[in-house]
């Protein structure tokens, strides 16, 4: 970087009107709730997702696997073809793991950081042509909470977010002179699918949820919509000169240092 002068791209006018996002997991939770807000700022959204069967109709939704770097490389291609362009890209997909580090074996942790965090280098590189050529091109990963505080009792999980964490500076320095801003969210627990299914797993669901929620520093779970709202604002061209950063929708957890008990 020495004497040389970096520039980001500053898009024309300041919304998202026009451009096309590929939202990763965007047929559930966090990830639908991205879907959503992006649609309602005016973007094209194509839905990549494992299992498209719950994808909200009015987008286009594209069936892949990002551990599976054929499956991904087609999607991303179908994208391309179908929409001319990829201005963004939200890589949303992951799944959990619980326990300490003894508690999953290598095919296990081989699995979780294919999806969680390879998945986001093979999503990425496919669109990245596209990335290069848009006037506002953004990238945006679903970290977690987990990124910064290690979880109790989620070893595997916790590493692969703080690998997502690392590699999204890593990518925002790499594409930096490309103009492609690269930024990431840590949500807090969220009001999602998959923490539903958890909570269904224990023997009084309901109790089990009043105290998930009286852990969380403001008393209530994340809501994805807040998620959301942190992701419009990070891959809009209002955060031009935003990249390599991340927002905490957490309740305070992570930034007042207040851990889950
Ligand atoms: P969810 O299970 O409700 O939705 C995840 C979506 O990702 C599903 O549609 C699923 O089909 C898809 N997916 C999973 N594996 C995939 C794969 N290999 N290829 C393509 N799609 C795949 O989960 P959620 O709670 O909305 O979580 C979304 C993201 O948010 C995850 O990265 C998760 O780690 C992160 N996160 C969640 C929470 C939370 O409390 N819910 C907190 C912090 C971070």
Redesign the pocket.
Known sequence: MEGRQVTLRQAQGSDTDGLVAIV??????????IAHRLHDDGVTVAV?????S??DERFAAFT?????RA?VDAAVAAVAERFGRIDIVV??????AQGDIAANDDDEWARVL???VT?IARVTSAALPWLRKSPSAAVCN?????STTGLPQRAL?SA??GA?AALTRAMAADHLREGIRVNA?????????????LLDSAADPAAERAALEARQPHGR??S?DE?AAAVAYLVSPSAGSTTGTFIEV?GGMAQLRLRPE
């Open positions: 990763t997991g965007g047929a559930s939770g966090i990830g639908a709730a990549l997702d494992r299992d498209t719950n994808a892949a696997d990002v551990s599976d499956s890589n949303n997909a992951g799944i959990g294919s999806i969680n998945g679903t970290a977690s909470i987990a999980y692969s977010k997502v969210v840590n949500p807090g627990t969220a009001d999602t699918p998959w923490v539903g299914r779970l994340v994805p998620v957490d």
